[in-house]
């Protein structure tokens, strides 16, 4: 099973981004974000599994339709450069998947 | 809190052996599924292995099967990862990672440690 995500995003301050995650019929299966900072561990922001981690704005938000599953975030800071990962998974193999990663520029 | 404490990285020539292990404070340790996860030099996250709560079913990604093997102890909440027969595709940062409950695979890993290096090369 392959996630398949784009290699970057740029935007300026204030524009909306959206992270999307490619995967055959993705939205049925449950979805985790996770933000990695240069030199730090990942960790998790959004999960259609459970409520919103402590400290995550608002601002992050998730969705999911057919085979591409979306991170937007509204009003993008500087604070949110970084990389972010989707994850699955895959109870057909077993197995844990991510996706290749979308480095946001801001 | 959370917390959990790699250890056991280091650099070693291809083929040898490696044992990591992660040390979890803050939680019932038993009562979760633990993940390693790796990440090669600028690339993206690899998903390892799991092992359920108690100890009892355990998963592995391709490029590991027969290679790595995941434990756990749970009397001294301790997650180790046990690897032989490296190569220079080994090479990554290795993460532990919290999961769901016992077998909740499926749940997102809510909590990571700040990963070990291990390199190998000759």
Known sequence: YVLTQAPSVSLAPGQTAEVTCVGDNIETKRVHWYQQKPGQAPILVLSDARHRPSGIPDRFSLSKSGDTATLTISRVEVEDEADYFCHVWHSSDDCGVFGGGTKLTV | EVRLLESGGGQLQP??????????????????????????????????????????????????????????????????????????????????????SYYEFGDPFDSWGQGVLVSVSS
């Not at chain 2, 590991?64 to 032989?84: E, P």
């Open chain 2, 15 to 100: 083929g040898g052996s490696l044992r990591l292990s992660c040390v979890v404070s803050g939680i019932s340790f038993s009562s979760y599924a633990m993940n390693w996860v790796r990440q090669a030099p600028g690339k993206g996250l690899e998903w390892v292995a799991v092992i359920s709560g108690r100890g009892g079913s355990s998963y592995y990604g391709d490029s590991m099967k027969g290679r790595f093997i995941v434990s756990r102890d749970n009397f001294k909440d301790t997650l180790y990862l046990q690897m032989n027969e490296l190569t220079a595709e080994d090479t990554a940062v290795y993460f532990c990672a919290k999961g769901g």
